[in-house]
Antibody, heavy 119, light 111 residues
Framework: EVQLVESGGGLVQPGGSLRLSCAAS????????MKWVRQAPGKGLEWVSY????????YYADSVKGRFTISRDNAKNSLYLQMSSLRAEDTAVYYC????????????WGRGTLVTVSS | QSALTQPASVSGSPGQSITISCTGT?????????VSWYQQHPGKAPQVIIY???DRPSGISDRFSGSKSGNTASLTISGLQAEDEADYYC???????????FGGGTKLTVL
């Protein structure tokens, strides 16, 4: 069974940093591209970042470019999101999701981890 | 880049059909057959219900169908059921640097 479990969320002050993790199981992690998607309270979904299966290519939404870094450790079946210079508008539930191997859709999602940026 | 345009809300009675539109541009919806739709119940993670414009993942009811015309994609739900009440999001591949773009979401109310 495919499982994605996010962790690392919490309360952080504006300007602070946080590292999210996503533990993957039930599939060959190194064969799949992965994404982070966030959802601010009461708002819609927003794509944050994308990393290819080997980790050689990364892409970011304009809203987080230069502040967030996506990475992965295929030996540990783990996906990461290093977030720095955090702002109030980064407050959201952060989901990790698996990109389908042949298409562009996200076929499995984790339950999400809440990041709250507030003083 | 602006989000894809969806109606904020739609409603229907049990047994009826509803359609949710998703309008983009030639650089996203109109240019590629990589439109997908996600259903999200309150407090839950999204779940893909349509991908590649009109394909359904295994286990998804055939009451859900997708289509596209020009820069507008559509999700149709037939035979509405109470359990269909949820938020629905479209997304598309985009040739912009971000690679992906979401719609703003549509809240479906089953009356």
């Amino acid at each position: 069974e495919v499982q994605l479990v996010e962790s690392g969320g919490g309360l952080v002050q504006p300007g602070g940093s946080l590292r999210l993790s996503c533990a993957a199981s039930g599939f060959t992690f190194s064969s799949y591209s992965m994404k982070w998607v966030r959802q601010a309270p009461g708002k819609g979904l927003e794509w944050v970042s994308y990393i290819t299966s080997s980790g050689s290519n990364m892409y970011y939404a304009d809203s987080v470019k230069g502040r967030f870094t996506i990475s992965r450790d295929n030996a540990k079946n783990s996906l990461y999101l290093q977030m720095s210079s955090l702002r109030a508008e980064d407050t959201a539930v952060y989901y990790c999701a698996r990109k389908d191997s042949s298409g562009w859709h996200l076929d499995y999602w984790g339950r999400g981890t809440l990041v709250t940026v507030s003083s | 880049q602006s989000a894809l345009t969806q109606p904020a809300s739609v409603s229907g009675s049990p047994g009826q059909s509803i359609t949710i539109s998703c309008t983009g541009t030639t650089t996203d919806v109109g240019g590629y057959n990589y439109v997908s739709w996600y259903q999200q119940h309150p407090g839950k993670a999204p779940q893909v219900i349509i991908y590649d414009v009109s394909d359904r993942p295994s286990g998804i009811s055939d009451r859900f169908s997708g289509s596209k015309s020009g820069n507008t994609a559509s999700l149709t739900i037939s035979g509405l059921q109470a359990e269909d009440e949820a938020d629905y999001y479209c997304t598309s591949y985009t040739s912009s640097g971000t690679l992906a773009i979401f719609g703003g979401g549509t809240k479906l109310t089953v009356l």
